[in-house]
């Protein structure tokens, strides 16, 4: 299973804009709504509800908001970086640099933890987190997450 079967450059924000919680979820949900994946304000309130009752906050910079959203064809991953390290949630959790946001429908629960623990594995790849970041636009961040992960088996 490789992220670039469920990742796709119309579902990548290069730099967010906003600095909380709320208004990420709310660019990300945007963003998957311009891309055709679903409508944005049941994907931004299902990725909410996940985020109250479990912050996604993993640490080294990275985040992974997901939640299970009714109506999908089938798991999709965006891709969101932030300008500079966004508090989510909780000061006492690191500061988020890049979001994976996985999105997938009721009925997929195997192959949706696959792709989180396929996401924590390539993100513990030496510089990917700085990579991305360092990436031009959504075509470029694409690239690199298909270039590590096809380094992974």
Do not use: N, W
């Amino acid at each position: 299973m490789r992220l670039s079967e469920f990742l796709t450059p119309d579902f990548v924000v290069t730099r967010l804009e906003s600095r909380g919680v709320r208004g990420v979820i709310d660019e990300v949900s945007a963003s998957a709504g311009e891309a055709g994946i679903g409508p944005a304000e049941i994907i931004g309130e299902k990725l909410f509800e996940r985020e109250e009752a479990h912050p996604t906050v993993m640490g080294a910079g990275l985040a992974i908001p997901h939640a299970t959203v009714p109506g999908l064809s089938g798991p999709v991953i965006g891709v969101a970086l932030s300008g500079e390290p966004i508090y989510f949630g909780s000061s006492e959790l690191d500061p988020v640099r890049v979001f994976f946001i996985l999105l997938s429908p009721p009925g997929h629960e195997r192959e949706h933890v696959k792709l989180l623990a396929r996401i924590c594995r390539l993100v513990r790849h030496e510089g990917f987190i700085d990579q991305l970041e360092q990436a031009q636009d959504a075509l470029g961040i694409v690239e690199i997450i298909q270039a590590v992960d096809d380094q992974h088996v």
